[in-house]
């Protein structure tokens, strides 16, 4: 394998630097990098990772482009919204480099498909938002011998390290149980500083070119914390747990995590139809709910649990939030109180 004249113009500055030079560049070349997410944390990575002229990349994800994306999802432009991110991506990545190999995968990760996807990459990059992907990524990561680069972000910290490198720790190792249910809000729920998952992307973007050029030393077994407030970097060293053993993939992550998506659905269409037959419970913040609503009670779902037999009970009721995980959480809480109603979650409410 050999680099172009176009390829060396491209790559000039790594090619001259002497820990890097030809060599190095050919590893990145040879490399094929799987990256599970392309949101706030998946943009800077992918960006990095194309520049550098990793040689093969490919990008899980089933979601689309919308409008509150753009404030820390650089990579897309109000001409995407609507778009499948994955394929969105690509488009605006190949301009940046003509050289790269992409493989698109919209869909979403399952127990049923990570390991036919994973297999043929050397690294996998996690830049999820859940805990129910996050433990299947490590698990099927570990039964394939593939080391992670993780990354996480809240509000305004993040977390960086790299686990199953050379068999090192795992991300169960640090974590080995899911918290419990509607514990652990995500960016979705309480918002993120927009140059937060630029940072913290960039870090895991650095982890992944170490790993590829065996230059200097990988955050295996250890956890980097960032906070953006007060420039806070913290490393803590954890060791590997080998009294967790790994044999095969759970058949339901999201039920091992305590989260339950059965729910009974409604479109917004339906709703509409309808709107006679249901009554509404809006669980967003009260920010939120100034901006736009579409009519219905209003209980964010940090006040749910005390508020519950405020909830109608005269009709069935229809939950919504904005992007669906906050009335997930609600339903289940609501359930677990017993009313005596038929409960739906609307699929998504448009803004």
């Not at 830049?127 to 859940?130: I, L, Q, S, Y």
């Not at 709910?289 to 209980?299: D, E, P, T, V, W």
């Given at each position: 394998m050999t680099l172009t004249p176009s390829e060396q113009k491209q790559y000039d500055r790594h090619l001259i630097l002497e820990d890097i030079g030809l060599e190095g560049q050919l590893k990145l070349k040879q490399a094929k990098v799987l990256i599970i997410g392309a949101g706030g944390l998946g943009c800077p990575i992918l960006q990095y990772l194309t520049a550098a002229g990793v040689g093969t990349i490919g990008i899980v994800d089933n979601d689309t482009v919308s409008q509150s994306n753009l404030q820390r999802q650089i990579i897309y432009t109000h001409q995407d919204i609507g778009k499948n991110k994955a394929e969105s991506a690509i488009s605006h990545l190949k301009l940046l480099n003509p050289y790269i190999k992409f493989e698109s995968y919209n869909l979403r990760l399952t127990t049923d498909n990570a390991l036919d996807i994973m297999k043929p990459y050397d690294i996998i990059i996690d830049?999820?938002?859940?805990f129910p992907t996050r433990y299947l990524i490590n698990d099927a990561a570990v039964l394939l011998k593939k080391p992670v680069v993780f990354g996480s972000i809240f509000k305004f910290e993040g977390q960086v390290s790299v686990f199953n490198y050379n068999n090192g720790p795992t991300?169960?190792?640090l974590f080995p149980t899911p918290p419990k249910p509607n514990t652990i809000p995500n960016c979705s729920d309480v918002g993120v500083l927009g140059v937060l998952p630029g940072l913290i992307g960039v870090l895991q973007a650095n982890e992944v070119f170490k790993i590829i050029s065996g230059l200097g030393d990988v955050l295996s077994g250890k956890l980097l914390t960032y906070n953006m407030l007060t420039m806070a970097q913290v490393v803590l060293n954890f060791k590997k747990n080998d009294t967790i053993q790994i044999k095969n993939l759970e058949n339901n992550y999201e039920f091992a995590c305590g989260i339950t998506t059965n729910h009974l659905k409604i479109t917004i269409d339906q709703l509409n139809k309808d709107s006679e037959k249901y009554n509404l419970l809006d669980v967003r913040e009260h920010d939120e709910?100034?901006?736009?609503?579409?009519?219905?009670?209003?209980?964010?779902?940090?006040e749910l649990v005390k508020r519950t037999?405020?909830?109608f009970t005269n009709k069935d009721l229809v939950v919504y939030c904005k992007s669906g995980l906050r009335s997930q959480k609600a339903i289940q809480i609501?359930?677990?109180k017993k009313l005596v109603i038929n409960i739906l979650q609307l699929e998504s409410l448009k803004m």
């Open positions: 830049g999820t938002d859940n991300y169960r190792c709910r100034a901006l736009y609503h579409i009519g219905g009670q209003h209980i964010p779902l940090a037999h405020e909830v609501l359930k677990e």
